[in-house]
């Protein structure tokens, strides 16, 4: 395939924009070569400023559960937009998206809108701090929970791609009241809240990680971060920014039964324009301004033409909860076909996938936890893998460190297609 077109657009944005990107990973620094530049997309494919057609295992890395420019969305940001994009006012809108979100999360009274999911965890460590009047969080090494300066600690995706997980620029004050534990390890956990006693506001968790690749929880490891929680007055605090509405309507609260006291939202619940989102039971949300003391606002949060979309797409998934089925059938399908292949032409690997959720990672041991996740990168396996792919027309995240989101709009024949393609790309690594 050819990227010319790509890359001297590249080189002009790399004139006036940092790297050339607006968030790192979107450079392929870490596996090299130039960025592809999309021009447009439309159910299961991307097409870039070559003319190149795409199967897309990214979906906007996340959001797009129905594939690209699902109609219904489309036309209800459209309408809207006609409307009007902007008011700083509230709007009935944000009253239906939030019935809705109430509706579909258990354990939720109410929902406040942000514009990313950066802003949903910030927000919600805030209010979990001014809840409990407490100062320390614990949060998982290889989880990432946005860019914000508390989660800049051990952060999976970009930050862990580039090597930087703790990052220049977050001041000591800050990082001494992140507290890093072990994902996977309950013993760990029990260790760092023993050493901070009594100083703990929450512990903030992707509960099934994206962001190390996807890591399964082991059985009994959410379970016991609630009653963690519950012994020692600590607020669990799920990042549901890519789980949230994809692995269950309820998300992971549901799908594996345990009960978050804030939940944080991103990705599908803005049907891809800008939204993140956070929730919890009344007596911690009434915490917040205006009706009570933690401070958060934002001038275009809850825009117009965001929740149409969010509206449009949460709409659709409350009234054919068989999509959730169906696209974890696809990523059922899509796991035993790239196992199959990669086992015959031995390739020593894991596959992880939860739901619609999926990684491959390279290496002969599970991938379990950040280290685990790290040294099978370490392999050097991935940048072959990750460019055999693109030359034959897929298009999966540009680093070994991020999951692949299956969308309803793929079909089985392109699944065939990829598990093809896997097989082919395998035979040279
Ligand atoms: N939390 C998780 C689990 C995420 O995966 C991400 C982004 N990938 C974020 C938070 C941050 O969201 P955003 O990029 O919208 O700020």
């Known amino acids: ?39 447009k997309a439309e159910g299961a494919y991307i097409y870039d400023e070559d003319g190149n057609k795409l199967i897309d295992y990214i979906n906007s890395w996340g959001p797009l559960i129905l594939g690209h420019a ?23 809108l944000e009253t239906k998206i939030a019935e809705l979100a109430v509706k579909m999360v258990p354990n939720i ?9 950066t802003e949903a965890t910030m927000s919600a460590v805030r209010l979990a701090r001014g809840y409990t009047g407490k100062e ?37 004050g800050t990082a001494k009241d992140t ?21 703990i506001a929450c512990m903030i968790i992707e509960p099934v990680p994206g962001n190390m690749g996807c890591i399964p929880p082991k059985n009994g490891f959410l379970n016991g971060l609630r009653e963690l929680c519950n012994s020692h007055d600590i607020l669990l605090v799920f990042d549901e920014v890519m789980s949230g509405f994809r692995l269950a309507q309820g998300g992971v609260q549901e799908r594996m039964g345990v009960k978050a006291d804030i939940v944080c939202f991103g990705k599908v619940i803005g049907g891809g324009l800008p939204v993140g989102a956070f929730a919890a039971r009344d007596e911690i949300m009434d915490y917040l301004a205006p009706v009570g003391p933690v401070y958060q606002a934002g001038t275009l949060s809850g825009n117009p033409l965001a929740m149409a979309a969010g509206l449009a797409m949460l709409t659709e998934l409350y009234e054919n909860p068989g999509i959730f089925e169906s696209i974890d059938k696809k990523t059922k399908y899509l796991h035993e076909g790239m196992e199959k292949v990669l086992k015959e032409n031995n390739v020593p690997h ?25 040294t099978s990168a370490s392999s050097g396996k991935f940048n072959k893998f990750f460019h055999g792919m693109l030359e034959n027309g897929i298009y999966i995240a540009p680093s070994a460190f991020e999951t692949w989101f299956i969308s309803e709009a793929l079909s089985y024949e ?16």
Do not use: W
């Open 350 to 374: 894991t596959i992880n996938r939860v739901g619609s959720m999926i990684s491959v990672h390279f290496g002969d041991e599970p991938v379990v936890d950040f280290e685990s996740s790290a």
């Open 179 to 199: 507290l890093l534990a072990k994902f996977n390890d309950l013993d760990n956990v029990k260790q760092v809240i023993e050493a901070n006693k009594g100083e």
């Open 70 to 92: 699902h109609k219904p969305v489309v036309d209800a940001v459209i309408e809207r937009a006609k409307d009007g994009t902007s008011f700083g006012t509230p709007t009935e």
């Open 136 to 172: 320390k969080i614990i949060k998982f090494s290889g989880c990432y929970h946005g860019h914000s300066d508390s989660f800049l600690i051990q952060a999976g995706s970009g930050a862990m791609t580039f090597g930087s997980p703790n990052s220049p620029g977050v001041t000591q």
């Open 414 to 429: 392109d699944l065939d297609k990829t598990i093809e393609v896997v097989g082919k790309v395998s035979k040279d690594l």
């Open 109 to 117: 009274d109410k929902i406040r809108m942000v514009n990313s999911g």
């Open 1 to 39: 395939m050819i990227y010319k077109r790509s890359s001297e657009l590249f080189a002009s944005a790399r004139k006036v924009i940092p790297g050339g990107v607006n968030s790192p990973v979107r450079a392929f620094k870490a596996v090299s070569g130039d960025p592809v530049f999309i021009k």
